[in-house]
């Protein structure tokens, strides 16, 4: 299995900060990553594929980079309706999918 | 616009069977691969498997020996079955379609149903 660990777990951070965080895999994995944003209680919404590709729809503030085993995910200019848990997910290799723990962004 | 409905059981005891259904309206069913994934309560998320229109299915390993993703295609519909279910298996499930044309990643998600196994 490709084991994805995300760092932090948490961060605070103030509206229109740019935060980043990272997700690194056990292994290469080329750009076959995924990031999702999940609120309480909703399902994920995919935001980024293929490492850096936006997902339609999704606004330009959020990015994502990152090639092999470590890859960042950057949103620039945090707004109210970010603050929310991130997940990482890499397509890589499968069975299985695997997914990050969690980076969840909270207010300061 | 492609929706994913799903339903099932919501409260189980210790060994009985998970059973829930997945239902996709609009769009193609058969280009795709549709998947279960679960969230344990505070917890990260965990990929369970997919199916496709023909049956062709694959499963997490941690999962195999007691999940079953079965495919109705006619009705556009997928379900999962988990045997055997104890507390670790308390989650919210939500079925997903796994898209190609974005690196196969899960673009359309179900509402999520909560499972909850207790005596």
């Known amino acids: 299995d490709i084991q994805m660990t995300q760092s932090p777990s948490s961060l605070s951070a103030s509206v229109g900060d740019r935060v980043s965080f990272t997700c690194r895999a056990s292994?290469?994995?080329?750009?076959?990553m995924s990031w999702y944003q999940q609120k309480s209680g909703r399902a994920p919404k995919l935001l980024i594929f293929?490492?850096?590709k936006l997902q339609n729809g999704v606004p330009s503030r959020f990015s994502g980079s990152g090639s092999g085993t470590d890859f960042t995910f950057t949103i620039s200019g945090l707004q109210p309706e970010d603050f929310a848990t991130y997940y990482c997910?890499?397509?890589?290799?499968?069975?299985?999918?695997?997914f990050g723990g969690g980076t969840k962004v909270e207010i300061k | 616009q492609v929706q994913l409905q799903q339903w099932g059981a919501g409260l189980l005891k210790p060994s009985e069977t998970l059973s829930l259904t997945c239902a996709v309206s609009?769009?193609?069913?058969?280009?795709?691969?549709w998947s279960w994934i679960r969230q344990s309560p505070g917890k990260g998320l965990e990929w369970i498997g997919e199916?496709?229109?023909?049956?062709?299915?694959d499963y997490n390993p941690s999962l195999k020996s007691r999940v079953t993703i079965s495919v109705d295609t006619p009705k556009r519909q997928f379900s999962l079955k988990v045997s055997s279910v104890t507390a670790a298996d308390t989650a919210v499930y939500f079925c997903?379609?796994?898209?190609?044309?974005?690196?196969?990643?899960?673009?359309?998600w179900g509402q999520g149903t909560l499972v909850t196994v207790s005596s």
């Open positions: 292994q290469n994995m080329s750009i076959n």
């Open positions: 293929a490492a850096s």
């Open positions: 997903a379609r796994q898209n190609n044309d974005v690196d196969d990643a899960f673009d359309i």
């Open positions: 609009g769009g193609s069913f058969s280009g795709f691969y």
């Open positions: 997910q890499q397509t890589y290799e499968t069975p299985p999918l695997t």
């Open positions: 199916i496709n229109h023909s049956g062709t299915s």
